[in-house]
T-cell receptor, first 118, second 115 residues
Framework: KAGVTQTPRYLIKTRGQQVTLSCSPI?????VSWYQQTPGQGLQFLFE???????NKGNFPGRFSGRQFSNSRSEMNVSTLELGDSALYLC?????????????????FGPGTRLTVL | AQSVTQLGSHVSVSEGALVLLRCNYS??????LFWYVQYPNQGLQLLLK??????LVKGINGFEAEFKKSETSFHLTKPSAHMSDAAEYFC?????????????FGKGTHLIIQP
């Protein structure tokens, strides 16, 4: 099976712009989670989608949003970029069933998209 | 809410020596615990997980971890370090019905293997 893919791998934007990152989960996985990784804050949970619905959300401002399509592919969007948004954004998919909590089943991570905001 | 503390941002061991990476968690309900490894410029790979079945969990690449409820710990060990083990290791926790928290990660431990 192909792993989790993320596009693009690298992105450079300027403050105030918006950006969309894409994630294709492992075939058959219906849960997709997004994480932000920075040297200062470490790995932080952004949100999780399951069957096109946001099921869980971390403590991030409304500038961070996401969606999931019927084929389970997911996108996350960051509007009005700030310097502090520079980070590695990781997507993870999981073969979770409808009743299992996020993280009960292992999450399979993509290589990430490195976003640099200038 | 749950939290994870990893003691030691950097751990250095000699090749062939015991690897011990420490993880303590805080959770008001029984947790699910995970160890992930991250190699440079890559995503995270699951090493092992604890989901209340057995307290001693064996993972890939010779790693294992023991869940100790009384100590709220889930330390990662490997009897003999190999150069290829050099990487960043993350301990993570989730709880049943975790709500908004998803996976909560520790800050990570950078494992250095000395030849």
């Amino acid at each position: 099976k192909a792993g989790v893919t993320q596009t693009p791998r690298y992105l450079i934007k300027t403050r105030g712009q918006q950006v969309t990152l894409s994630c294709s989960p492992i075939s058959g996985h219906r849960s997709v989670s997004w994480y932000q990784q920075t040297p200062g804050q470490g790995l932080q949970f952004l949100f999780e989608y399951f069957s096109e619905t946001q099921r869980n959300k971390g403590n991030f401002p409304g500038r961070f949003s996401g969606r999931q399509f019927s084929n389970s592919r997911s996108e996350m969007n960051v509007s009005t970029l700030e310097l502090g948004d520079s980070a590695l954004y990781l997507c993870a998919s999981s073969p979770v069933g409808g009743g299992a909590p996020v993280g009960y089943n292992e999450q399979f991570f993509g290589p990430g998209t490195r976003l640099t905001v200038l | 809410a749950q939290s994870v503390t990893q003691l030691g941002s950097h751990v250095s061991v000699s090749e062939g020596a015991l690897v011990l990476l420490r993880c303590n968690y805080s959770s008001s309900v029984p947790p699910y615990l995970f160890w992930y490894v991250q190699y440079p410029n890559q995503g995270l790979q699951l090493l092992l997980k604890y989901t209340s079945a057995a307290t001693l969990v064996k993972g890939i690449n010779g790693f294992e971890a023991e869940f100790k409820k009384s100590e709220t710990s889930f330390h990662l060990t490997k009897p003999s370090a190999h150069m290829s083990d050099a990487a960043e290791y993350f301990c993570a926790v989730s709880v049943s019905g975790g709500g908004a928290d998803g996976l909560t990660f520790g800050k990570g431990t950078h494992l250095i293997i000395q030849p």
